[in-house]
Structures are given as C-alpha cells and as structure tokens.
C-alpha cells in the first residue's frame, strides 16, 4: 500500500513554509487553500494573518509568492484582490499524482493517523414485529458508515440492539404455552423439515400476535396470566426464557431476509438486544445513586437537568429505574455503554438513530459523562436522521393510512428497477438472469442512494419514478457512468492497439484537467466523510465524478474519432481511474456497480 500525497495538500505545504519563511514570528500559519473557480486553488490564509502582523496584505502576498518552491508542482501563482493566492497546478503534477493513485488497490487513500475503535449501533428491529420504512434509515446509514469507517482504518465493531424485552413477550409466551402448536418448528425450520422463510417467520409472528393481542384485550383472566409470565420472564424462569428464545430466533429469520434484501450483512454475534444488558441493570443503577448522579424521587431513580423542562416548567428526568422497581431504555442504553466501553474498548461510541430521540440521547450521554463513563477519551455520538417522507411531503404511508412495509418498498424498488433494465438489455446484450440481477441491484441501489444522498439530519421524499431515473443524481446514474466507461475500455481492448497508460508530458484539456482534480480528491473527501459522519458527502463526490466524467467523454475523444494514441492512453487511463474510484465509492455505499447497463 503506497500512501499518495495529495494536490492539495503538497500545495499547501509549500505555501505554509512559504508563510513561516515570510512571518518567523507568527509560528505555523494555515494558507485556508480550497478549491476555487478562478484557478485550481486559493488560499485565503495571508489576510488574516497580515491583519494580525500588521502588514500590507498585498505585499505580505507578494513575499509569499517569491519564497514558494513551485518546481513540477505549481505552473502559476497570481495575487489577486486584497491579499488571495490564486494557484495552478502544472499537467503533469497531476497525471503523476493519479498515476500514484493508480498503481495502489486503494487508489492512494492513507490510512487515519491515530485510529480509534467505534462501536457502532444501527439497524434496530424489534422482535415479533416486521420491519417498515421506519427502519430504513438506520440500517443505510449505518451500514455505509461502517465501510466509510473501516476503509480509513478505523476499528469498527457492529452493535444491532434489537427490542428483545419487555411486556409484549408475557402475552406472546403465555400465548404459545396454552397454544403449544401455533410455532409448531424448530427454529429455521417448518414440521416437515423445510427452510422457512422470512416471509414465513414473520407471518407466523404476526399470527400469533395478533391471536394474542385479541385473547389479551377480551379475557381479564389471561391478561392476569400474562402478567405474571413478565415477571417469569424477568426472573429468568427456564420455560418462559426457551419459549422467549424460540421468538427471538423466528425473528431473526425474518430480520436476516430483509436484511439480504437489502444487500447488507448481518453476523449474528453482532445482535445484541436489550436483553444483552440485563444482567449489568441492578449495578448500573447502584454505580449511579452512590455516586449521586441519579437520586430518588417518588421512588423512581432519576437523572435531572437544569436545561431540560416539561411544558410546565418542572424538570424532566431521566428515569433510570421506576417507582415499580422496572427498568426502562435508559437503564439498557447505560448499561450498553459501560459494555461497550469496558469491554469492546470503544473510542467513539455511534448511535444511528431517529432525530426524535435525540432529547433521550442526550440526557443518556450527559448522564454516562457524569458517572465517568464518557470522557475525553471517549465520545459519544448520535447520527440522527431525519422522516422517510411520501411524494405529498408527509410521513410515507399506505393508501389506507398505515406504516409501509419494508419489504413491500424493497420488492417494488427492484420491480421498477427491473422494468428499466429490461428496456435496455436487448441493446446491450443481456441475458434474462442478468436482466434480474442487475434490476436487483438498481432498485436496491436506488433506494440507498436516495437516502444516502441526502444529509442525514433531512427529512426526505421517497420517490421510486425519480430514484430508478436515468438522469439527475440518482444511483442509476452513476451506476451507467460506470457501466459506459467499462464498455470503452472493453472497445479500446479489442483494438488491441493501446491501453490505459499516463503520459505525464501531454497538455491536458480543460475537461481532463476537471476530472483529475477531482479524482485526486477522493482521499480527502473519505476522511472528511468518516470524521463527520457524513455518508451524504461521499454521494455528492461520486456524483460530480460522474458528472465531470460526462463532460470529458464528450469533449475529449477517447477511441473515436481516433486520437493520437498517447493521447488515447492517457485519456484511457483517465477512464480506468474514474471507473475505480466509482467502484470503490460505491461500494461504500452499499451499492453495486454492473459491468452493463
């Protein structure tokens, strides 16, 4: 692995020695360099550091610029306005430094300097309930973040804390115990022996659930009985827990096929639910009163803060434990944390969550900071996101007013997706398994862009017509970017005359010069991506790609009309690396990229 300096940061390491040469006194001093319009780079840096030195900004410039070391790097400095550098790059400073980028499996992107370890929760379902749309967020996020996190070199361990507790499961189990046949298989399994699928799992979950909600509600005596099963349940009652257990896994049968569906990968050791804790609840509620983080108020344990209140004014607390001796999230969300911190040694812990709960979150993080399970060594994190909205800009639901299904959303992305594949296959050569495959990947790759390219924190409109659209900053987009370049490279082969090389000596145009700059840019935009958590970002990179990459194919000839051929390898090797670092954008994304399209 070769670690590839960028552009910008070569140029603005010649700038800032430049500065410290020119103001010895003021120590190191940030040139501000940034992508500009005027030229491939400004830096904005000199105006306020002549303001505090009390120089002319012009002439503090124009020393600069004298005592910048420009060799192979730098083709042209201007002072412009009051003190601004504007600054361009020499040809073949930049087919060198993608030629560097070029001969590395990761595209020259260094590794983070002082890796942490980030224990990241996200994709949270609950047990005997299916997934809707709600559910979407969380697992597209989070699961783009764990790639983005382990690819700049971060220690990343995946946390899915599914809802696994609490009262629903007396009635579900007292249920199954006076109706012994209504889960008649083994887990995984139906009485014949035969796979069960997800679908399956969940329709008997939701059988059964429903039976018992109904049983529930109408007989006084059975809701008496299924109370008393919570409490067999809590106290860890050998029957109660077997049955609890057969929910559990009939669920994650179900979870694991949504999941595939989504093209995710879900290890079940990574499943910790709210039952994971529950062995750490009593002591983590004894760490906090006797350190007097959490105290008693009309026999609940609870946190207060001063800038938390209710409409009436009065403080609302965190309550950890209640009056009843039952414990809540809190409790489960604090023990978690002194888990994940103890024993998984996180740095940063990173919860992918609602931005509804954020109020929870923070009274919960406040609350570990003060007990000393949070500190300056460890951090805590909520990557909040906002509502899944229909196309009328109100929370997405059916036509009868209820909750979409996840899988309903998912199959219809891939039917959409699939409708549009098949319009082009005949052109291109596809055979029907590859008609199926590549709708596959289109529709699911639709709907995770469509979340991903939009800041988290944003509500947005879910739109299957203009997710699945070939033009606009859609997946689909990207993913014929990166199917067309594939199609040239294949052409150039055949003619067996020329291959992706760099030439460094040749005069790039304007359009090749667009492209380069912003491949070189791939590194930087993925460090940014990770220390933000930011997954929008990297979206936004690979569209401009794509978008530069039109740009270029139209103005720079690459097979046809026939180009020199240096030329033409040069511009081939434009093609390759822009081909990699979709690929590799993508990717962690969660998106494919089919080779036709």
Known sequence: MASVPSLASSVNQRVADALASALPDAGASDPLLRRSDRADFQANGILALAKKAKANPRELATTVVEGIDTGDLIKEIEVSGPGFLNITITDRAIIETLAGRAADDRLGVPLAAQPGTTVIDYAQPNVAKEMHVGHLRSAV?????????????????????????????????????????????????????????????????NRLYKASRGLFDSDEEFKTRARARVVELQAGEPETLALWQRFVDESKIYFYSVFNKLDMDI?????????????????????????????????????????????????????????????GYAATDLSAIRDRVGELGATTLLYVVDARQSLHFKMVFETARRAGWLNEDTKAVQLAFGTVLGKDGKPFKTREGETVRLVDLLDEA????????????????????????????????????????????????????????????????????????????????????????????????????????????????????????????????????????????????????????????????????????????????????????
Not at 146 to 156: A, Q, R
Not at 279 to 303: F, I, Q, Y
Not at 469 to 494: C, F, H, M, N, P
Not at 555 to 580: H, I, M, S, W, Y
Request: hydrophobic share 40%; glycine share 10%; net charge negative.
């Open 141 to 205: 996020i989070g699961a783009a973040m764990v790639e983005i996190l382990e690819f700049t070199g971060e220690k990343v361990v995946r946390r899915h804390h599914i809802g696994d507790w609490g009262t629903q499961f007396g009635m579900l189990i007292q249920y199954l115990l006076e109706h012994p046949h209504e889960l008649d298989h083994t887990s995984g399994e139906d009485a014949d022996g035969a796979e069960v699928s997800g679908e399956e799992a969940m329709s008997n979950l």
């Open 414 to 597: 891939v039917d959409r997706a699939t409708a549009v594949v098949r319009e082009k296959a005949e052109k291109i050569g596809l055979t029907e398994a590859e008609i199926v495959e590549n709708g596959k990947y289109v529709g699911i790759g639709a709907v995770k862009y469509a979340d991903l390219s939009t800041s988290a924190a944003r509500d947005y409109k879910f739109d299957l017509d203009q997710m699945v659209s070939l033009t606009g900053d859609t997946s689909v987009y990207l993913q014929y970017a990166y199917a067309r370049i594939g199609s040239i490279l294949r052409k150039a082969a055949e003619t067996g005359d020329r291959k992706p090389a760099a030439h460094p000596e040749l005069e790039l145009a304007p359009a090749e010069r667009a492209l380069g700059l912003h491949l070189d840019q791939f590194g930087e935009l993925l460090a940014e991506a990770a220390a933000d958590h930011a997954p929008h970002k990297v979206a936004a990179y690979l569209y401009q790609l794509s978008s530069l990459f039109a740009t270029f194919y139209e103005q720079c000839p690459v097979v046809k009309p026939e180009p020199e051929l240096v030329v033409g390898e040069n511009r081939l090797f434009l093609c390759d690396l822009t081909a990699r670092t979709l690929t590799k954008g993508m990717s962690l994304l969660g998106i494919r990229t089919p080779e036709k399209l």
């Open 267 to 327: 290890q079940d050791p990574d499943v910790i639910g709210e039952s994971g804790y529950n062995d750490m609840l009593v002591e983590t509620c004894k760490l906090l009163e006797e350190s007097g983080v959490a105290v008693r108020s009309n026999g609940a344990l609870c946190v207060f803060f001063d800038d938390v209140k209710g409409p009436d004014g009065n403080p609302t607390p965190l309550i950890v434990q209640k009056s009843d001796g039952g414990f």
